[in-house]
């Protein structure tokens, strides 16, 4: 895994490792990805396993592509086809961009929704409390990542989120 590769730092001190070492094993590195303009997909991996969106993991022997890297776009290569693959781009609150200049909030940890701020229809402001998420006895704020509407609205207070739950959208423009 391409991803996976960029981890590695060279340095022979085990501290400066990026790679999920733990002492029971190794732990699953996430990646949300995007190959072309397809939706993002979770990517796991772990040592030679990859597991794609959630699926059983599959050990990776050296499959035969070409890759190269164009700033932060990978370019893979096998059998006369060619594909683009790039992180999900996200902002500090958890956030993903979507080519309508909109923004989709996620829950950043699974939990309970403490607080929805907003109501469906509501003008928001880039930086704006919309959704608070309890995780682990600790209040996560998710805020709007741009100034726009209030879109969707499918988070309740008092219910159960995954990571990544989709908690509001926001068409950008007031």
Do not use: F
Request: aromatic content about 6%; charged content about 20%; overall charge negative.
């Amino acid at each position: 895994m391409e991803w996976a590769r960029r981890l590695r730092s060279g340095d022979p001190d085990p501290w400066a490792a990026a790679d999920g070492w733990r002492l029971g094993g190794t732990a699953w590195t996430t990646w949300r990805l995007v190959v072309g303009t397809q939706e993002a997909v979770e990517v796991r991996v772990r040592g030679a396993e990859v597991s794609i969106g959630g699926a059983t993991p599959l050990t990776v022997n050296g499959h035969p592509y070409a890759t190269a890297w164009d700033g932060e776009t990978l370019w893979l290569g096998a059998e006369g086809r060619t594909w683009t693959v790039h992180e999900e781009i996200r902002t500090h609150s958890g956030a993903s961009g979507s080519p309508g200049g909109g923004g989709v909030l996620r829950s950043p940890m699974p939990g309970t929704v403490l607080a929805v701020k907003v109501a469906q229809g509501d003008q928001v402001t880039a930086g704006q409390p919309v959704v608070i998420v309890e995780a682990m006895k600790m209040e996560h704020t998710v805020t709007a990542p741009l100034d726009g509407v209030v879109t969707r609205l499918p988070a309740r207070a008092g219910a159960q989120v995954k990571l990544d739950e989709v908690l509001a959208e926001i068409s950008g423009g007031a």
